[in-house]
Structure formats: C-alpha cells, structure tokens
C-alpha cells in the first residue's frame, strides 16, 4: 500500500509499505480521509528530532473499518470512524479518562500522536488500538477528518473558556480564521456564544469567517473599534489561533478585564506575565492542547447536527507533497484534505 512517510528531518515521501495487520484489540481502517496540518509542517521540519524514523504522517483521519483484530467485538467491518490520536501512556487516570491530550508523561513519551511520531492516516490503510476510534458514519469522510483535530482542539479550547462565555452578553474573538479559526466560529455559534468577532490579515479569510456566523470580520487594525462597538467592552474570551508576537500583542489589548486569554496556535510569539503588566487585572491565560476522547465524540455529534461546514481542499495521497506545498506557501483557506485513490466520499 502507499504511504506519506517522513524519512529524515526535513523530509517526506510516498512510498510502498506493507498492509499492516491488526493484533488483538486493534483495527485495520481503509483510509478514507486525512487532513494536513500546520503542526505537520512543524514535525517535519524540526519538531519530530526525538522521535525514531520514518513514520506515516497523519493525524487527522477517517476510516472504514476493514479487519477486526483479536477481542473487538463491538465494531463491525464497514463501518465509518473517526481517529483519537493523541498518545498518553495508557495507565494514568487521564488516559483511562481518555485524556490522553494531558497525560502526565507526556514530556517523555517517544511520540506525540498517531501522525506525530508514530504511523498515522495519510495511507491507504492504518492499524491502531480500538479504544482510538469513534464511530463517524453519515458524515461525508472529508468533513469527519476535519473534526479530529481542527474541530476537536477549537471544540475543547471553547469548553475550557465556556464560564467566562456564559457572561451576559459574552463576546468572544477569533485571531486567525484558518484550518482551526474557521470551525472555532461554526462552533461557538452551535454552542451558543452570543457575539463573535473574527480578525485576519486576508480578505478571503474574513468572508470565510462570516460565512461560519461571525457577527463581525475585520483587519486587525480595525479590531479594536469592532470590539468597543459589538460590545461596548473588551472581549470576555479571546482565541488566538495564530500565536504569533502579532497577534498574542493585539490579543492582550483587546480582552476585558477579568478576560480570557486562550492561545491554540503555536506561531512563536511570547507573552511577558507579571503583576502589574500587560494584561488586564482578573485576566487567566490558557494554553489548551488537542482535546480528549469524548470531546471528540461531541464534536463528532455537533458535526451530525449540521452546524459544522468545514472548508476544505482535496488532494489526492498521490500529490501529498503539493498538498504540504500549498500550505507552506498560504495559499489554502480552511484545511487541505488528502484521499487516497479507490476511496470514495459518501455522506
């Protein structure tokens, strides 16, 4: 079968590997859908330097069950499902919870996911651990993708600011309506969140982000007076999706007094927190990463309930490096998807 294997740092390929076989309490998937993320960027070009090579990429992926290993019972060949791929220890209490985004060895495990580290979905097939998988049918494969980690870590980035979004008359912002940014907006409104406030440098990005249900979708040097004006007030939660020195700058002015800071992107940027400093007085800064198990059961619910319309690009397994080119060089709005060939999308 093909696989998109990162062979050395800095590099990745398409190459023939065999159909793997799944031991007892695993599945084989037939691979339906794998997104391509920016965190694949960063592995292969410098983030993967403790982790043994090569390894399939991959981490957000929809499959079809194909072969049940010894024990799985409760799955059925055919059915559609989604992948769980952060990698805990598989002891503690949070990966019994199914928390694995938070295990407390984490630091010192030899992979960060299915993807990261350890063979992922961008293959024709791929076997992993049934306690990975969530059932997805009725869902188009590309969308379900999508939901695995873009939907998932927006999802439980949302939960973890969800009293600060209960204030009356709450106003949340979105920094960076991208992969993520765009699907944090479709679910802050199925979740209930009253004003939104979307800010991108990119055209496209803002139409995008209105599309999702922003109320309002502005440069970031109008981000300020859209702010005052949705709310008359600072922001009760911001979402800085891009993490950059940029955008973290514009975040920390635009909160609220007793706000929340939430950074989900990882652009370098990097925030001075003292007493007093830059941030408001009350302000709680969080730093979320992926999300557990059911919360991708949530996402995967929400999803089925129709509020979720993922903007994608589909490439082929055959043109991955196009795929990774694009993305490098921001030319994609939304997230790219890869299929591979004989796959066929079905809602």
């Known amino acids: 079968m093909l696989a998109y294997r990162m062979t050395a740092p800095g590099s990745a390929e398409l190459v023939e590997v065999p159909l793997p076989e799944p031991g007892p309490g695993q599945v084989r998937l037939d691979v339906l859908a794998a997104g391509v993320c920016h965190s ?14 090569p390894f399939t990429l991959g981490h957000e992926t929809c499959g ?13 060949v055919g059915e559609q499902v989604v992948v769980h791929a952060p990698f805990g220890c598989g002891h503690c209490p949070r990966c019994a919870a199914g928390r694995t985004n938070y295990c407390d060895l984490r630091a010192s495990l030899p992979a960060a996911g299915l993807g990261l580290g350890l063979d992922g979905g961008m293959a024709q097939a791929m076997v992993l651990d049934r306690a990975r998988v969530v059932p997805a049918d009725g869902l188009d494969p590309v969308v379900a993708a999508t939901l695995t980690d873009a939907g998932l870590t927006s999802f439980h980035a949302i939960q973890g600011a969800r009293e600060a979004l209960a204030e009356p008359d709450a106003l949340a912002v979105v920094i960076g309506v991208g992969g993520l940014g765009h699907l944090a907006i479709g679910l802050l409104r199925a979740l209930g969140s009253p004003t939104v406030v979307a800010v991108d440098t990119r055209a496209e990005a ?15 040097g ?16 911001v979402f800085d999706f ?11 002015s635009l909160l609220r007094t007793a706000g929340e800071l939430v950074v989900v992107g990882s652009g370098g940027g990097a925030l001075t927190v003292s007493k007093p400093g830059v941030l408001p007085s009350g302000a709680v800064v969080r730093v979320p990463f992926w999300g557990s198990r059911p919360e991708l059961e949530a996402v995967v619910g929400v999803a089925r309930g129709g509020a979720l319309t993922p903007r994608t690009t589909i490439y082929p397994l055959t043109d991955a490096d196009r795929a990774f080119e694009d993305l490098r060089g921001g030319r994609l709005l939304g997230r790219a998807v890869l299929v591979p060939a004989g796959t066929r999308r079905r809602s």
Request: negative net charge; hydrophobic residues 55%; charged residues 20%.
């Open 40 to 53: 694949d960027l960063a592995v292969l070009h410098g983030g993967a330097a403790r982790w043994e090579l």
């Open 64 to 76: 079809r069950v194909a072969a049940l290993g010894e024990g799985v019972d409760d799955l059925a």
């Open 206 to 220: 803002l139409g995008l982000a209105r599309e999702c249900g922003a109320d309002v979708a502005v440069l970031p």
């Open 222 to 237: 109008d981000a300020a007076a859209a702010v005052t004006g949705a709310g008359g007030h600072g922001a009760d939660v």
């Open 242 to 252: 891009a993490g950059a020195q940029s955008s973290l700058d514009l975040a920390v």
